[in-house]
């Protein structure tokens, strides 16, 4: 019987160009119509050292990595060894059988192809990889067509020539394949649904990067650095053709004082970084935060602390984006999760910061950013765009830049406009600007300012912010954030498969937590679940020290991206000890 | 909005806020030198912005009828910089001490200047952190004796002018708040110079510590004759430690950042290109 | 009756020099017999403008600035209007009659001095700060000729001719007072207990520097800051009679990364900032927590967020210093309360970056930096010494010095040891000190890391860090953190003077939180009750996090310190909802 | 303990961890010539710290048996300076890359150098940030067309060499990756130089800025007879943009910090002061 969903991971040497073999493999099956999520790790050598690049194909939505692996491709020793641990117990094994012994006591099928014999035999060296994808398209049943195109499309842009050598071997790997392993349905994925309805397929840093541009980004300060580079040199691209700036600062301080001098001056103004950059910049978002300068900070999270594991993914900065300034400055924090929502909620990233003048920080990761999954088609129109609340000049009345307003929102002026003018000030300051360190003044600025979070509170409570999965009432209700999503969406449909009630309750907005909705989504749960990646229970914590829940926490802290499995085995756990109550 | 049609002084500059400098600082100079450059200049108020750091010249922002930004220590020049790319249409100026500039913000000079940012970036350089109360600053002269330094600082001065030279500052000036005449000449010049504009300004701390005598007794103008474009020149004056030069050392045409960067828009402009084209591109 | 607390203030312009004669009288009294604390404002200009000076002088320990003022003393019309709403309503008024007038109305008595005239008749014009030093040493009734020493001292040191001059002039205002205000007791301090204990008369950031001392500082890397500075300005004149160093760095950065090149070669090493300087650090702290070197960073808390308003008080950087890195960083947190404890917490935060390896921050503030207070005398042989656990080099096994021990705490080796060199590794790394980037190492070493934070919490807890005031098994249990605690101190004294049943805990130690001790406190306590000088009540927060606690919060934000009585009526306010319960 | 007695070559100073740099990265002759340096002046391996900042240079430390710190990105000087503050005996080494040492760490450089911090500085400049993969650093071209800069870049490169002899650094030197010999000699007299010892080493990167070839061929050393201590001449070499002259620019002799340093606790020392003599002055 064919399958819907397949799971498929390439390991071997990074230099061998395997993972653009991923790659390419992901981005057939897209073309196909199916769903495709893709995974991947990074050697720790700057040239070379071993790589993984993982790929789930589905006939339906797909979330998450997966849990064990369909299909092992050991593209060299390291690949089998590295890998075989977490094949399924009756997985397949492909592997280059030039290179590579697949030891006999394993489970499992396998399926060697001399690539580098066959490649030789077509005087095309070069093309193991396209040897292998032939032998891989075969084996899954994907479209021929689509994987010329697609080889067409990535070898054959330099030359035609190239492309055309590189389909020969494609075919030569594929008819070995159809030799050797003649139709074996349990690996082979059943067809897409006919004319499936219209996809993006990219990554999370590139749907952040246009998220921004929805948004009206049209000024980027920033520094490069792992995983968060990406998105500046999407936009170092992009910017320019929107009229926009995107400036490569000296470093993380001169970014984000680069963004605030430019929202400032009027400019939709961000930057993106990781861990590192962030702890930098938290100096200057006080600053932004006492003279309310609209900034959006995108965090690619990384595992830390300190330089950590650039590579690997992490949820441990949320204390940090909640907490991490001097004195008490009011922002905003959301959280992505998955490759959609980077580009819906970079739109509310904007509209919260300009709108309630703020900075407000987005939290996404390592695993999200270069993770290329299949997305609906954005819809443009559904970007929230609120602007600045600009004041009334002509009113005869001279301008107080930091009125005491019932909303803690100021109309704010923009150099340019004339009679508009006033002194962002870093002191506390009076409604016009002027420092001040008057008790009173202090408690009516400190009190507006403070305001505002209840406003955001109030409004972006009504911003679509929230998500639900599985049941509204749950037995076991999963409270998270970010990253995790996808495994706990998957777990969630096959715990309640069991009978389970399990439900979850997903907020892109953080800071403030909208306590109503999930002091209402948790009441009459038996029991609370959090899953992190991160050691401490950063959300489990703010939880507790904003709404007083208790929660079962469950952390990883490996670099790794939750599996489905791990919390579907900790949700049954779960249920177990509530049946035994 | 049109210009000020109206003739305006340089007092029409000023904000009403009063200077809360000691009297006898040096930075009023710097403040009527300024105020003096805009009226001459004509820059009406509302195209004015001034980013600075924190110090007792970092106050300046606030004294000055315009759009004025004082933010944290040491970050006036990527302030300014971000204020200029986000509106080239504003005359921006970047305001800080010596402190201010060559030590917290030491970093980001050599970078204004390698991007030519368009903005007059003024250093009022007391050799001294004023507002901290009187510790030793990287221009301080070795052996100070402060309560931060009770035996005498052990480290050289730097010298501000001979690296951002070396930086290639398209325009690098110096004045001296003893000469306030001088001192407008040489800040108006900064703020026409298209591109970096970089001015120290010798501007005594009468409180912690006073230096009028002492430059007084050295200070020079340039010779009428000294070549601006003459890099090694410039660099031989400004390593001279017997006098005190001031004037134009060293000016340079080229492209400033903003302009560089219109120039790249124009070239990458597509009609119609928007955000339906980027995300079409990822289509399927 | 004469009295035995008294709180003077004197108001005036800055530039006059009338602080220091609040100063002296200080000095006065302490040196008579005296219990002393003070407490002072800062001008907003950079020089003169409007400051105040108060000091309370008492014959048994005096714990905070005082509620009510006793005796105002007005050096102009701004020392009138700006304070007599603070002034007991039978309060005294001294002023100088020369130029200012204290209109009828008001209710209490009042001196007028003519200063300006009794200096010039004496050919002194200058010494009008001494004539009302004459006037207020007649009026409390202070030891005259411990007033001249003082006078030799403070303004005889250069010339004594100048010393004499003052002197005379004191006598001046003194006999023009006797005249005038012939013997009323009640402003008149008791005699103070004869042959009373020695005691020292000093502020918190000396008593820092001399904790540090004692603790074993030999570096300190530091960047002026208000109110820190006054710290690094006493090291730079003591280390190196230590044969320590001291260097004023370019920033921050560099501050706390040549404080971390120190520590890792060796070094006691330390530094000393305020808010915007520990957002600078933050990168850096991570850095000290992942590579496991000793540092101390007393962060001498001022109003923020970022500039805000450097020379008030605030309570409002204990998230930053709990939470503020990136990614999840082993840290202990300390803060001080007092000048003596000043002192010893030092000794402690030494012994924990010591004997832990992690970084400890030290919480003061602005108040607590420049107030003077008489204290006993330090006892240096109470200071804790806790030193590095070196590695036995000798042992032939290779050296690891990450090695995967039991309480987390691995020996460590510094350069210059022969055999022991390893790399301080800012990656993820293994037990020799390799990057890597594998799971299971990555477990491994992030949990002996955090295995360290419970050793501490074991340890720590036997440190004397926690005090007790009041009632231990209150039925109003207050919790409290650092500065607060001489208020709330005398607070409890009043209230329990009324038969409310209240008592305090405070601890030093913050993080890791003493969770037993106070939950033992609190058990049984019909409220609980935490004043903190910041908006948000972090330590409220904190609580509710780390012990699930509920808690009355009270808080205040305006940058002065608290009073007793506000804290006394919040005390009875609850009370009487307890009692009416 | 005492010394090795045995002669050690270079080979036994690697730490047996091995370096990750890409084959062909210029990288390996800056850690060859400083194993040979280290060998050839005896030093013993416990008495070698070595900070680095991040970046495939900044991996350095750990191939060298040595102590070594692999702190944060930029921040090597100010990590190198504590180290020998805190220790005098150790030879110290501070180790990055372009971007660590002129970008994101260029406001530490001159403030090394003003100290005169006895250390040795090595900055491997490959024009590139090469671990983050490829985005142009402060000293690549204009015009460098990379991912980050699709259109090139619009900034200037800076010039390392003339600010760091603008900063009057004691020792200032260039070397090349392509001429792996004479870089040996240069490391081995910086690090016998006392005080600050800068050198930059050009040090292609073959996976995002391959320049040997550009480079050997404008590559020369400084003439025979350069006075090294003729800062005017140095600094013209340095701004010499036709030839990479390599060798020792400029080198003075002053006093190291730590020398400074030793003296200032001689002329302060009092016998039998400790703790309590500091809190008697407190009694009242
Ligand atoms: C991050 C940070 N560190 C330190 C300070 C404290 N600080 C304020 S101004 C200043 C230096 C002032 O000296 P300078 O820049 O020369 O200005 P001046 O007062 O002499 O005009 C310092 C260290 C601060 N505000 N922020
Ligand atoms: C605070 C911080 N910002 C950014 C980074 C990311 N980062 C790592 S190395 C590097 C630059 C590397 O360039 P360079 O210093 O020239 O070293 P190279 O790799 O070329 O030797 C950057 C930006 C980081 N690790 N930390
Ligand atoms: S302290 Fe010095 S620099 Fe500051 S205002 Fe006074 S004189 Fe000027
Ligand atoms: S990326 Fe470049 S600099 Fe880094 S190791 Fe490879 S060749 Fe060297
Ligand atoms: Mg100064
Ligand atoms: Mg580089």
């Known amino acids: ?581 | 909005m049109a210009e000020q049609a109206i003739k305006l002084t340089s007092d029409d500059y000023k904000s009403g806020v009063k200077p809360i400098w000691c009297p006898g600082c040096g930075d009023y100079a710097v403040y009527n030198a300024v105020l003096n450059a805009l009226a001459e200049l004509k820059v009406p108020f509302h195209k004015i912005a001034i980013g600075s750091g924190i110090g007792c010249s970092g106050r300046f922002p606030a004294f000055v009828k315009s759009y004025g930004f004082h933010g944290v220590h040491g970050r006036a020049l990527p302030l300014a910089t971000g204020m200029k790319m986000a509106n080239p249409e504003l005359t921006v100026l970047a305001i800080g001490g010596d402190g201010d500039g060559f030590s917290i913000g030491g970093g980001h000079l050599a970078h204004a200047a390698r991007r030519n940012v368009d903005l007059t970036y003024i250093i009022m350089d007391n050799e001294i952190y004023g507002l901290t109360k009187g510790q030793p600053s990287p221009t301080s002269p070795q052996g100070m004796v402060r309560k931060a330094s009770p035996y005498g600082t052990l480290e050289q001065p730097l010298n501000p002018l001979a690296m951002i030279l070396a930086a290639n500052a398209s325009f690098v000036a110096r004045g001296f708040s003893g000469r306030p005449k001088d001192l407008a000449v040489l800040v108006k010049r900064g703020m026409e110079h298209k591109g970096f504009s970089f001015i120290q300004v010798i501007s005594p701390c009468v409180s912690w510590y006073n230096t009028y005598k002492k430059f007084r007794a050295i200070a020079k103008m340039l010779p009428e004759d000294h070549d601006t474009s003459d890099m090694g020149a410039a660099m031989k004056y400004a390593q001279d430690t017997e006098t005190l030069w001031l004037g134009v050392f060293f000016e340079r045409k080229a492209l400033a950042y903003h302009e560089l960067e219109a120039n790249l828009q124009k070239q990458v402009h597509q009609d119609g290109y928007g955000v339906k084209s980027v995300v079409d591109r990822f289509l399927r």
């Open chain 1, 1 to 581: 019987m064919a399958v819907n969903d397949l799971v498929l991971r390439i390991g071997g040497e990074s230099g061998d160009g395997y993972v653009s073999t991923g790659d390419i493999l992901g981005r057939i099956s897209a073309q196909s119509g199916y769903e495709v999520y893709t995974f991947r790790t990074f050697p720790a050598e700057i040239l070379g050292g071993h790589v993984m690049f993982q790929v789930r194909i589905g006939t339906k939505k797909v979330t998450s990595r997966g849990d064990k692996l369909d299909i092992l491709v050991a593209t060299n020793q390291d690949g089998y060894e590295k890998h075989y641990r977490d094949l399924r117990e009756d997985g397949l094994i492909v592997y280059d059988s030039n290179s590579t012994e697949i030891p006999a006591e394993g489970g499992w099928e396998s399926l060697g192809v001399p690539v580098v014999d066959i490649a030789r035999k077509l005087k095309y060296p070069r093309g193991k990889n396209a040897v292998l994808l032939g032998a891989l398209v075969h084996l899954i049943g994907l479209n021929v067509e689509e994987a010329e195109k697609m080889i067409m499309r990535r070898w054959g842009r330099k030359s035609a020539e190239i492309g055309q050598k590189n389909i020969e071997v494609m075919r030569a790997g594929l008819d070995y394949a159809a030799e050797n392993w003649p139709e074996v349905t349990s690996y082979r994925l059943l067809a897409p649904k006919a004319g499936g309805e219209e996809r993006l397929i990219m990554d999370g840093n590139q749907a952040i990067s246009i998220g921004a541009l929805a948004g009206g980004a049209n000024f980027y300060g920033g520094y490069p650095i792992t995983p968060a580079s990406s998105i500046m040199e999407f936009l170092a691209a992009e910017l320019p053709k929107f009229g926009g700036v995107m400036i490569q600062a000296e470093d993380e301080i001169a970014a984000i004082n680069m963004v605030i001098g430019a929202s400032f001056a009027g400019a939709h103004a961000m930057t993106a970084t990781s861990g590192p950059g962030v702890a930098l910049m938290s100096e200057a978002l006080g600053l932004a935060s006492i003279t309310e300068i609209p900034v959006v900070l995108v965090d690619v999270q990384r595992v830390g602390p300190s330089t950590g594991m650039p590579t690997k993914t992490d949820q441990s900065d949320l204390n940090l984006a909640i907490y991490g300034t001097a004195g008490e400055a009011p922002k905003v924090v959301l959280a992505v999760g998955n490759v959609e929502e980077c580009f819906y909620v970079m739109g509310a990233a904007f509209s919260a910061a300009e709108h309630f003048q703020v900075p407000v920080l987005v939290l996404s990761d390592q695993d999200l950013s270069n993770r290329i999954q299949t997305v609906p088609v954005f819809d443009i129109n559904r970007v929230k765009r609120l602007s600045r609340v600009l004041p009334d000049l002509d009113s005869g009345k001279e301008y107080e830049r930091y009125a005491l307003t019932e909303s803690g929102i100021s109309p704010m002026s923009i150099p340019g406009m004339e009679g508009g003018y006033y002194t962002a000030e870093s002191l506390e300051h009076k409604t016009k600007g002027a420092p001040s360190y008057e008790p009173d003044n202090r408690n009516q600025q400190m009190k507006k300012r403070c305001r505002k979070m209840e406003t955001i509170s109030n409004e972006m409570v009504n911003w679509e912010l929230f998500k639900y999965h599985g049941d509204r009432n749950p037995e076991i209700a999963v409270l998270g954030w970010g990253t995790s999503e996808g495994a706990v969406v998957e777990a969630i449909d096959r715990c309640r498969a069991k009978g389970i009630s399990v439900g979850a309750f997903y907020t892109n907005l953080l800071h403030p937590l909208p306590a109503e909705k999930i002091s209402e989504f948790v009441e009459g749960a038996k029991v609370i679940f959090v899953p992190e990646l991160n050691y401490r229970g950063q959300y489990a914590n703010w939880l507790r020290s904003q709404l007083g829940l208790e929660a079962v926490r469950y952390n990883r802290y490996d670099g790794l991206p939750f599996i489905a499995g791990e919390i579907e085995a900790e949700i049954e756990k779960l249920a177990a000890q509530i049946a035994a109550f």
